[in-house]
Nanobody, 127 residues
């Protein structure tokens, strides 16, 4: 059973930055992607970013259009940790952010394809 623990959320002003961290109890990069999702009140959970192993020492990062160019996903194998660096934050980025991992390498952007989830961390961007 993989356990994921997010941290780094908080309150930030419009245009500010935050870095979220997701610590995994065991490394799953040999299988499916590690992803970040978010859910705002009254809305469905949506894909934000994912990083997947593509062979050797190569990883591929995928981003939702709404965050492309502002957010960066990365990982530290030594720390079993995935990060989401969020810059130029907007009020519409306000949500609970979840880290997730999938067992299948073919998992795409759908939340239903992910097998393990963290408890979430709140990000609030004030205008």
């Amino acid at each position: 059973q993989v356990q994921l623990v997010e941290s780094g959320g908080g309150l930030v002003q419009f245009g500010g930055s935050l870095r979220l961290s997701c610590a995994a109890s065991e490394w799953t990069f040999g299988s499916g992607p590690m992803g970040w999702f978010r859910q705002a009140p009254g809305k469905e959970r949506e894909f934000v970013a994912a990083i997947r192993w593509t062979g050797g020492s190569t990883y591929y990062a995928d981003y939702a259009d709404s965050v492309k160019g502002r957010f960066t996903i990365s990982r530290d194998n030594a720390k079993n940790t995935v990060y989401l660096q969020m810059n130029s934050l907007k009020p519409e980025d306000t949500a609970v952010y979840y880290c997730a991992t999938a067992l299948s390498r073919t998992t795409g952007r759908r939340a239903t394809g992910y097998d393990y989830w963290g408890q979430g961390t709140q990000v609030t961007v004030s205008s």
